[in-house]
């Protein structure tokens, strides 16, 4: 599972780690504040009145100086510091940057890569180090991209494409989200940044942009047509047999894949079957519908399915 | 003198109002009458504005309280079953709806309505059968909103409800549609009741009551009434385009015909940013009611104060975008929305420092209103630091959407918002009950709220930064969330306790409360000088304000000058058969004018009743019965207005006006139809400029315009109407010149002519919008021509029918040279319908041209 736990205050690539020094800066300056509000409130609540008659106009000069000077210089350090951090992040376009093209769908992240020809779903490969360029746009609904410990957030909108850059520093799987509620399962609509080394990455690449892995053996076999004769085809392509359908991700490598239902489940044998089985107990309201497949059939089926390497 | 200086003041041992011998006859004549049938027509402030903050109480515990008690249950752990998607997204969405539309803004329009006349020295709001109707539209249409759980249609796509996934397509059955009709008969109430307050802030004064010194919770509710006007006029154009979409095929936000999917987002956050100041300036003035009677000290920097809000205000108009850093705006677009929403830190720094000056002048009396003041004070300010904090774009783009966003927003409408409501209703209740709330209770209720909500709330930001976004129903093991998420909802339960002590000690202090008094606090505002409970009409002698604080500075509240002393007693002893009021001058508040101010009616509910009916008529597709609704309307404004019998004779009154200088409005009064008119013209204005915005907006959008294979319309036709109707327009304007000059011919042809040039001018131009070759099912430019086309065809018509009224009356000789306000305020609304049409119709038939 992801090694990233700490989110976005625990940065893995250059954009990240400016927003959170950011952040940072901002958490010292507000605590500043908070600090010194709170010592003026309990001082003048609880200060021995004594003889004291007030402050008389010095009243005002506490208005001009912490009501106007105060937030004046506060706001200005804040936003000379957000203009800095605004011009140093990438907005796309580096030159060798990776080029990828995301579409959100109802509820699962559909992943182009148009300089290689591959095409994968709820998995974005990446290699370290080098920027990735992210092109974004949604099938359906909107939807917001967001890997935390990556970068921040954009939208992805059905009339124009979004555009980011970011890149990974260090090897890992970082989980990403759907961050703009987009209907019944935005909930379970993740997905995993997998930053690895170039020759790993290249590999990946050269794998993913073969056809589908011919089953092995009778059972795997039988699963192909069972694949097309209870509908699955209907919705998903397998790249080299005649399952065509683009309303659900593309299956051609699947058994490479790190999860199922679009992050929701490790991609183990058990949790394949739970999925396949009854997708709606899994990711309730999910477009995948239930379908009756006998026990011989889905054996096959799940056979066929996880030798799609 | 010296002995009412703040500091020293006494309990109770400030001035109260003088109690004459008609004290009983006057409260009897401004009562509500008895009976269910005398409920349903009650009209008086009280009424009003304890009907609008009960139910927006009971809302609050409807959809504040149960729904996010569900929520926290939910995520308690993760993984968990306790809710499936589906009713999750509908609780969250119904806890954003309801909170934001249906309970604090009629709280404090309730907290206006019920206490300006008290606060400001008079007896009652201008327009109580306003005031009945912004009630009656605010319940039924959070009862039709209500009413989607009967039919299983709950909204589900989120208290904003962005498009597409609101639209036709993604939401087709019908849960959507109670949400936009249900919440737009609420917004129609909001507006009414704005009107209502604004007009009667600035014309219904206690003699003396200048501006500058009106209490600061009238300056708040001034400030958000306007607000108010200028939030939700664009949000209910933006929900009428929503509504056209799923309910008559428009394409206002399909981006595949030329609609766009971020026109919603516009519209929508240009009222929904003010809507956040809207909730909290009206807290903002309680603070500053609350603070210095509890300190003992006058409020520091009191002009301070009102720029601050005054600016807060405006600023809060320029910064709606800052909800949008992510959807892909240009770096420059993306700063001036990150400077403006940090600029609004320096008004409220300023509001902070006025308090923590006057702290730091007076002396602390720690009695519950004080400590939900102190409250208020910590947890606002930090609200306040997040703000500016998720006001910088790079860190906002982590924040966004995420749970510190949740954590910051709750931290400003709990701390900032509802500790001052609560704050209010300590400090108040007992002038309305004649009983104090309980102070050890009262504590309780502070502590666990002020410990609640910390420990809910403050958990959040945490989570959020570890990137636990909102809106998710479930969320899976060992993301190191789950922990934070347990103490929320342990902290939800704190939170619930402090509103089960607070009912407690309401329904506590009802039975057993300790009698109020006048003024329990030593308040320095008018309020504290009535008796508790006050009177049906608050003021038999209306009182003459000489200070911003005339009970600690005034020995007598009746005293003056001579002709405003003799005026105010003489209207504790006449009329005694009709109710009268005070209208004062809009800043020196000097009197004006007597006028009657309307009785107790069933039509603001029977008005109420056929907008509904419209709505819901839209929600059962029986598009007839929107016609019905429209025809009960209509009824219902005549009934409304038909005039009273004059109870007094003609002598009576001019006896009156002579001894007083004063006018006496029996037919009710010309300064209020005026300022009506005004607010009427500016709500037109909103409006239209809205449907410009959207015009313009999509036209941006699209990159031929018209679209490919659609020819645009030969101005021709356009001109010709728009030539007549301006000519309509200055024949009005004639017909006012001729009966200022007191000539009736002059008048009455001009206004048949105005009606007639108007009515061919609306004909051609009718017949020219039905007549072009596109529709508005195809395309947004169909879309935006047809609909912007009838928007202003239909405010000419109202000037029509307008034109034909006051021909009517002028027939009949109503009108002098002296005394034809309405003929005035028709012109001016003519002058506005003629910019109107000229902007409209020049947008729609010249602007394509200039690429």
């Not at chain 1, 020759?199 to 097309?228: D, H, I, K, M």
């Not at chain 2, 609050?60 to 008690?69: A, E, K, Q």
Request: glycine fraction near 10%.
């Amino acid at each position: 599972m992801p090694n990233d736990v700490f989110g976005s205050l625990d940065p893995r690539g250059p954009v990240a780690a400016e927003m959170a020094d950011v952040w940072w800066f901002m958490f010292g300056l507000g605590l500043v504040v908070f600090i010194l509000f709170a010592v003026l409130l309990v001082s003048g609540l609880f200060r021995d009145k004594g003889s004291d008659r007030g402050m008389g106009s010095s009243s005002h000069r506490w208005i001009v100086g912490g009501g106007v000077v105060l937030p004046v210089v506060v706001v200005t350090v804040v936003f000379g510091v957000t203009l800095a951090a605004m011009r140093i992040l990438p907005v796309g376009g580096s030159g060798d940057a990776v080029v990828v093209d995301v579409i959100g769908h109802q509820w699962w992240w559909e992943v182009h890569y148009p300089d290689h020809d591959v095409t994968t779903a709820n998995e974005i490969h990446m290699p370290v180090g080098r920027p990735v360029e992210l092109r974004l746009s949604s099938a359906d609904v909107i939807h917001s991209f967001w890997v935390p410990s990556l970068g921040g957030k954009l939208d992805l909108l059905p009339d124009r494409v979004n555009t980011m850059e970011f890149s990974a520093d260090e090897p890992g799987e970082y989980r990403g989200v759907c961050a703009e509620f987009c209907g019944t399962q935005h909930a379970k609509m993740g997905f995993l940044a997998v930053a690895e080394s170039p020759a790993e990455f290249e590999a990946w690449l050269a794998t993913q942009s073969q056809q589908a892995a011919e089953p092995v053996g009778e059972v795997a076999a039988r699963g192909r047509e069972v694949f097309s004769e209870v509908g699955c085809a209907d919705c998903h392509t397998i790249e080299g047999t005649d399952a065509v359908g683009t309303t659900g991700p593309d299956l051609t490598h699947l058994a490479t894949r790190e999860t199922l239902a679009a992050a929701t489940l490790p991609n183990t044998p058990e949790h394949l079957a739970d999925w396949v089985g009854d997708p709606q107990e899994i990711k309730e309201g999910v477009n995948m519908p239930d379908l009756p497949i006998g026990e011989e059939d889905m054996a096959a089926l799940l056979a066929y399915l996880e030798g799609l390497e | 003198m010296s002995d009412r200086t703040p500091g020293h003041v006494p309990y109770a041992d400030t001035p109260t109002v003088e109690a004459p011998s008609t004290d009983v006859e006057l409260d009897r004549l401004w009562d509500d009458p008895p009976g269910l049938w005398g409920r349903l027509r009650a009209v008086q402030n009280d009424a009003v504005g304890r009907r609008l903050i009960l139910t927006g109480f009971f809302f609050l515990l409807l959809g504040g309280t149960v729904d996010s008690v569900v929520m926290r249950l939910q995520l308690a752990v993760p993984d968990n079953d306790l809710v499936g998607p589906q009713l999750y997204n509908e609780l969250f969405t119904n806890h954003g709806s309801v909170t934001m539309f249906l309970v604090i803004l009629p709280i404090f329009e309730g907290f206006a309505i019920l206490l300006l006349p008290l606060l400001l020295g008079t007896r009652e709001m201008p327009f109580p059968r306003l005031g009945a109707f912004a009630y009656f539209t605010f319940l039924l249409g959070g009862l039709l909103y209500y009413s989607s759980t009967l039919f299983s249609a709950v909204p589900d796509a989120g208290w904003f409800g962005y498009t597409p996934l609101s639209g036709p397509e993604f939401s087709p059955d019908l849960a959507l549609d109670f949400w936009v009709l249900g919440l737009g008969v609420a917004e129609v109430g909001a507006i009414a009741a704005a009107i209502e307050i604004i007009i009667g802030v600035l014309k219904m004064r206690a003699p003396g009551m200048t501006l500058a010194r009106m209490p600061l919770f009238a300056w708040a509710v001034l400030v958000m009434a306007f607000m108010i006007l200028f939030a939700f006029t664009p949000l209910i154009v933006g929900s009428l385009l929503l509504e056209l979409d799923r309910g008559f095929d428009t394409q206002f936000f399909n981006p595949g015909a030329g609609g766009s999917s971020l026109l919603w987002q516009h519209l929508f956050w240009i009222f929904g940013h003010p809507e956040v100041y809207i909730q909290f300036l009206p807290a903002t003035g309680i603070v500053s009611m609350v603070l210095p009677v509890f300190v003992r000290r006058r409020i520091v920097g009191y002009t301070w104060l009102v720029a601050a809000m005054v600016a807060v205000g405006f600023l809060s108009f320029g910064l709606w975008a800052h909800h949008m850093f992510s959807v892909g705006l240009s770096p420059i677009v993306l700063s001036f929305f990150s400077a403006a929403s940090m600029v609004i830190a320096i008004p409220a720094g300023v509001q902070i420092f006025a308090w923590l000056a006057t702290i730091w002048e007076g002396r602390p009396v720690w009695k519950t209103p004080f400590l939900f003041v102190v409250g208020f004070l910590a947890l606002f300010v930090l609200g306040g630091i997040t703000g500016v904090m998720v006001a910088s774009v790079p860190f906002d783009l982590q924040a966004h959407d995420s749970y510190f966003v949740v954590g910051h927003l709750h931290y400003v409408l709990i701390g900032g918002v509802a500790f001052p409501m609560f704050a209010g209703v300590y400090y108040w209740l007992p002038k309305f009950t004649g009983r104090l709330l309980n102070e050890r209770l009262g504590k309780w209720n502070f502590w666990l709220l002020f410990i609640g909500v910390n420990v809910t709330f403050f958990p959040m930001h945490i989570v959020g930064l570890m990137g636990m976004p909102r809106r998710i129903y479930t969320y899976p093991a060992g993301l190191g969330w789950e922990t934070y998420n347990l103490i929320s909802t342990i902290g939800v339960f704190i939170i619930v306790g402090g509103f089960v002590v607070f009912v407690t000690n309401v329904v506590h202090t009802h039975f057993r409360g300790a009698p109020a008094g006048h003024n329990p606090w030593g308040g320095d505002t008018l309020e504290w000088a009535v008796s508790s409970p006050p009177l049906q009409h608050s003021y038999s002698v209306p009182p003459i304000v000489h200070g911003r604080h005339p009970l600690w500075d005034q020995k007598d509240l009746h005293g003056g000058d001579l002709d405003d002393e003799r005026l105010v007693h003489a209207l504790s002893e006449w009329p005694l058969r009709w109710r009268a009021a005070l209208i004062t001058g809009t800043s020196d508040a000097d009197p004006e004018e007597v006028f009657r101010v309307a009785g107790p009616s069933i039509w603001p509910l029977v008005a109420a009743l056929g907008t509904v009916a419209i709505f819901a008529a839209e929600l059962l597709k029986l598009r007839l019965g929107a016609l019905a609704g429209a025809l009960v309307i209509v009824v219902a404004v005549i009934g409304w207005n038909w005039p009273e019998d004059a109870a007094i004779t003609e002598e009576e009154e001019l006896a009156f006006e002579e001894r007083h200088r004063i006018p006496v409005r029996v037919g009710g009064s010309l300064a209020l139809a005026r300022w009506g008119t005004g607010l009427l013209i500016l709500f037109l204005g909103i409006a239209f400029t809205s449907f410009l915005l959207a015009y313009f907006y999509l036209r941006l959008e699209n990159l031929d315009w018209p679209p490919p294979g659609i020819s645009l319309p030969a101005p021709g036709a356009a001109v010709v109407a728009g030539a007549l109707v301006l000519a309509g327009a200055v024949s009005m304007y004639r017909a006012l010149h001729g009966i200022k000059a007191d000539d009736q011919r002059r008048l009455r042809v001009g206004l048949a002519v105005a009606a007639a040039l108007g009515g061919i001018g609306v004909a051609v131009q009718a017949l020219e919008v039905t007549g072009v070759v596109f529709d508005s099912q195809t395309h947004a430019y169909g879309s935006i021509f047809h609909v912007m086309g009838w928007f202003c065809l239909m405010v000419a018509v109202a000037g029509i029918v307008m034109a034909l009224m006051t021909l009517y009356w002028a027939v009949r000789g109503r009108y002098t040279a002296r005394r034809h306000v309405p003929v005035a305020n028709v012109a001016l609304y003519w002058a506005a319908l003629a910019v109107i049409w000229v902007i409209g119709f020049a947008t729609l038939y010249l602007t394509p041209l200039l690429t």
